[in-house]
């Protein structure tokens, strides 16, 4: 208890409120609905959200921007929210959207002696052959020092957070203005078995390719025991001008502010290794779930009834830079509708196990304290919470840095086992146990049961 | 103190030893030499087994049965270990083994959807071309049930530890015995990014392929929701008669019974995929450490001097089912010289971190004692060990089951973080810790210094 603060208690039928100086968003009454709700899902003993996902990533295997399975994943989605009966499903058009198609490529090392390398390439690059020695370096700095002209440059970094890795990924330009004819680099990731990792790179005309953790390491130690290395690259992946795709928007329609959207989202898209059931199928079921669970309740009881419209999106794109968030931002701004809150999960929904899992927080102090509030409300519920300002807000950045409240859930786990998967191979429904999509639907569904009721913040 | 037992106290020069009833094996004398090589191991801060092993398998790569670069790997190390001053350094051949190639397999699943699996094919099939659907079965029970006649058999069962898993992978036989037209089977691991295993197979004349976990399970949910699933097997992997190879054998002579042998081993030869660090470079890394450091502190102390002899002896054709050791037993057999004992290390030469590592150990109570004297001994020098009595007993089983005391480290981490990378495409130095080397070669070291030394059990 607050003690410097004034109390004061009021008391409607059967409900007691307590009030400090700093008066709390959270009513008990909203508390108490939002407890059942987490409950209500907490139970689920058929895993529903985890059989949702499995159907989706089983049957339509990845969700490549470009790909036909993307854009029939987004058909049977929208005909299965449409039947689960969500208001206002539909699909928005993203257009001119880059359009890459991973060939077979190869990267043979010819001395000293010949073997495949287990590679993935950088998404963007095109058909290219290019032959030459290998220079190992660990930083932009030494490759500033390096004689890098007519030489393939290998980046092996340790892990030190994705962020960091993807700088290098992303290196091939840096690479190509100080002469070199192609960009290897170790795969971004904590921990490997033999397994390549991808993603988008840099605008850069030369060849870029991640390596295994594995090889790279290998090729670095060749090196510092000062044996040459050489390397036949060959790139058949190409670019293929450009494709439309669509984000997927579904609703509960508020009952009291309709055009006030809090909004829950994860994206569609994924990359062409693995399904994504990782990255993000498992936001979008999580998401499902969720807001499934909420309408399930409100047509038995009216008090489930959001107030504000809480909306479902599972952007498209997400991939290639948050270019499907980038297009719905641009064509809702200014619109009818203003967003109270914007959320997004793409970083593993793994269900929490410790105040290590988070919601990253951008937004003013009132509503951190309401945050902090809806966190403390559910670590009471068995989903352990902590509220961390943050800029890391992924897909609903553009919101945030408009200065819509955001948030960005990140379980302890997605802090370093979510990139064991990431973006390679193993990105499978294996990954998550049964109960993992039900616990952060239940995390989700709390916090927008809250966010959708409250008068203020 | 074991308080029931007659204790005495004998002192020589600087020296007193407390006997009990149960006389120790192990004097103050041979302790404090024993902690001394351990010590002197431990301080290794160039990782010089870990450096010894990288070099073997960057510079050859993997050391598949009749691969030139299992021999050429064989010929380096025999060079290594003369520049070494090891004694009677020499090869022993190996006739009549299975050489089998592996080619580019592939399945295809058809229906529901076009999709390549993530595959390697179980050692031992040929060429083939099979068509069929797919039913799925958890046990050899379940087999016996199904309608198995014209189908593909995939056995999907949960990781219960290596030798269950084995029985799966071994079951081709079993399948074209009702009727099956191919085995696959999911990878036997207990943790996978994407990485698909291999291994021995059975006598059988159908193809028999292991699928990744993650697509194994895809298909499992696939058929438990009633979809067909048919695939398109079609193998290019062939055997090609027989070849032969050799194991390597070196010693340190011992000074006053050098025809007693105490035997520490490894395996040299490796699956196809991944380079073999693992299974087994990591033991062949740590009985070179062992007996090298051994060497270097008698040739400035001969109190290190062993003397029974300490043999190292690096196998060939393990992975085939023992067949290098199984050699070596049999042209041994009834020869000049004993073996007082055997060992083996090839379920990872990673550092004992606490109690659950071990040695499996096969032998008679008055041998078990030592053992633990030893144990207890390694134990207080940051080498946690248990004595655990088991057959299994790996490439020494020969021995062992003649009679031969026998023992097979298994480190805390051989029991399940192990089996991530065995036999798949992960089995890189990135696995072991730099560290990981020397601390199995200490412990090897001080074994076998107070075996060598000893005046009995």
Redesign the interface.
């Known amino acids: 208890m607050r003690s410097s603060l004034t109390a004061a208690l009021f008391c409607a039928i059967g409900t007691c409120v307590v009030v400090f100086g700093n008066e709390k968003a959270i009513s008990v009454n909203l508390a108490n609905s939002t407890v059942e709700l987490i409950d209500y899902i907490k139970a689920d003993d058929k895993a529903i959200g985890w059989y949702w996902l499995?159907?989706l990533?089983?049957?339509?295997?990845h969700r490549h921007l470009g790909s036909d399975a993307l854009e029939e994943a987004i058909d049977y989605t929208v005909a299965k929210l449409e039947a689960d009966g969500f208001d206002n499903v539909h699909t928005e058009d993203v257009p001119n959207l880059p359009h890459w198609e991973r060939g077979a490529d190869k990267v043979i090392m010819t001395e000293?002696?010949n073997?495949e390398l287990?590679v993935l390439a950088v998404a963007g690059i095109d058909p290219a052959r290019v032959r030459g020695e290998v220079i190992v370096v660990h930083s932009f700095e030494e490759l500033k020092q390096a004689n890098a002209k007519g030489k393939v440059v290998l980046f092996v970094s340790p892990w030190k957070g994705y962020g960091d890795g993807t700088n290098f990924r992303r290196g091939a330009d840096k690479v190509e203005a100080v002469g070199g004819i192609a960009m290897l680099v170790k795969s971004v990731g904590p921990f490997?078995?033999?397994?390549p990792h991808t993603g988008a790179g840099s605008k850069a005309s030369i060849p870029a390719v991640c390596v295994?953790?594995?090889?790279a390491?290998?090729i670095e130690?060749?090196t510092a025991?000062g044996k040459t290395v050489k390397v036949d690259i060959e790139i058949k992946s190409k670019n293929i001008g450009t494709v439309t795709s669509r984000n997927i928007i579904f609703d509960i329609t508020g009952s009291e502010k309709p055009n006030e959207i809090v909004l829950l989202s994860g994206h569609m898209d994924s990359w062409d290794?693995?399904?994504g059931a990782l990255d993000d199928g498992g936001g979008m079921a999580a998401v499902w779930q969720a807001m499934l669970s909420l309408k399930q309740l409100a047509e038995k009881d009216p008090s489930f009834k959001p107030k504000r419209t809480i909306r479902g999106v599972f952007w498209t794109a997400e991939e290639q830079g948050l270019l499907g968030a980038q297009r719905y931002y641009e064509t809702t701004k200014g619109g009818n509708e203003t967003f109270f809150f914007v959320s997004e999960t793409d970083q593993g929904a793994f269900r929490p196990r410790n105040l290590k899992s988070k919601l990253n927080f951008k937004g003013n102090a009132t509503v951190e304290r309401t945050m902090t509030e809806i966190a403390a409300l559910l670590t009471e519920n068995d989903l352990p919470l902590s509220i961390v300002p943050s800029n890391d807000q992924g897909d609903v950045t553009f919101w945030a840095q408009s200065g819509v409240p955001s948030v960005n859930y990140v379980s302890d786990q997605g802090e370093d086992y979510y990139f064991?998967?990431h973006h390679?191979?193993?990105?499978?429904?294996?990954i998550f146990k049964k109960d993992d999509i039900q616990y952060v639907a239940a995390l989700l569904a709390g916090m927008a049961n809250v966010l959708a009721q409250i008068q203020h913040w």
Request: charged share 30%; proline share 3%.
């Open positions: 499995a159907e990533v089983d049957d339509f295997g000293p002696r073997f287990t490997s078995i033999g397994s295994t953790i594995e090889e390491e290998m130690r060749l025991r290794v693995g399904q064991y998967f390679t191979r193993g990105d499978y429904m294996t």
